[in-house]
């Protein structure tokens, strides 16, 4: 059923179940409310006339409007409000979701058990070398060692420290590394350093060589390999570290200063000669 809007001209469908002859409509386009008329001129069976507002009667919304062009083609609908409902989570989203936090659990879980059980958490492989250094070092000694200071022509006043040591137990050993502290009078740690035996530095090249050219030749890789591998029973592998910049307060002191050396790692040489 076609209606016509008196006070816009716009056209509407309206299902004929919902007209009656006392019917009132409401034009969704301007809001005007108007009285239903059939049989008036220019009516037809399935073209309601309307005329001015009647003061009773049932109010219909008119909401399917169409052209009032002589072809009568529908417009397109009225956009529709905005709806407020909260967006819809795709259906196995939140599933999804689920399981992707179960897999990263997961394989958190796996690195954390991982790290404190196998092999190369502390627990695992490292902490047994750690306990079995205490075997390895043992039989390394410190056969001879001394200490001095020297005037560098660049950096003033240098602390040597130079010596051998030697492999007493029968295991080949790799890479033998020590430990220098300079102890103050009270035993306090002052400067440290670690590092591989094998590269030394002669006299003159203490006296005239920089800071980065002493420590490029004393942590020579190519010497390390050459001295400090395969070190059989009874071999000695010589060692030198050098303190630049040693503390003023500790070259002045009238009780003098004190050092102390360690063996921190000498692991056994695989496949080497016993």
Not at 192 to 218: D, H, I, R, Y
Not at 244 to 261: H, I, K, M, Q, V
Request: glycine share 8%.
């Amino acid at each position: 059923m076609v209606i016509t809007c008196p006070n816009c001209g716009s056209t509407f469908n309206l299902p004929e179940s919902r007209v009656d002859s006392e019917a009132r409509a409401r034009c969704s386009v301007c809001g005007h409310i108007f009285q239903l008329r059939q049989g008036m001129p220019g009516a037809t069976d399935n073209h309601f006339i309307s005329t001015q507002p009647a003061a009773e009667g049932p109010i219909r919304d008119l909401l399917s409007e169409v052209h009032d062009s002589p072809a009568g083609q529908e417009k397109a609908p009225e956009p529709s409000a905005p709806s407020h409902k909260p967006p819809q989570v795709k259906k196995g989203g939140k599933g999804k979701i689920i399981i992707l936090l179960v897999l990263i659990l997961a394989i958190l879980g796996g690195a954390g058990y991982y790290f404190l059980f196998s092999e190369s958490g502390p627990s695992g492989k490292e902490a047994v070398s750690e306990r079995d250094k205490a075997r390895q070092v043992e039989k390394i000694s410190i056969i001879r060692r001394r200490q001095y200071l020297k005037e560098n022509q660049h950096l003033g006043k240098i602390i040597v420290i130079d010596g051998m040591v030697a492999n007493k137990g029968d295991k080949p050993k790799n890479f033998i590394k020590l430990e220098a502290a300079l102890l103050d009078p009270q035993g306090n740690v002052l400067m440290s350093k670690q590092f591989f035996c094998g590269p030394e530095l002669k006299q003159a090249q203490l006296e005239t060589m920089g800071e980065v050219e002493m420590e490029k030749w004393l942590t020579n890789e190519t010497e390390v390999f050459k001295l400090n591998t395969n070190v059989r029973k009874d071999d000695q592998v010589p060692f030198m570290v050098v303190f630049y910049r040693p503390p003023a307060e500790l070259l002045e002191s009238a009780e003098g200063y004190s050092y102390r050396l360690t063996v921190v790692d000498a692991p056994d040489a695989e496949g080497g000669a016993k």
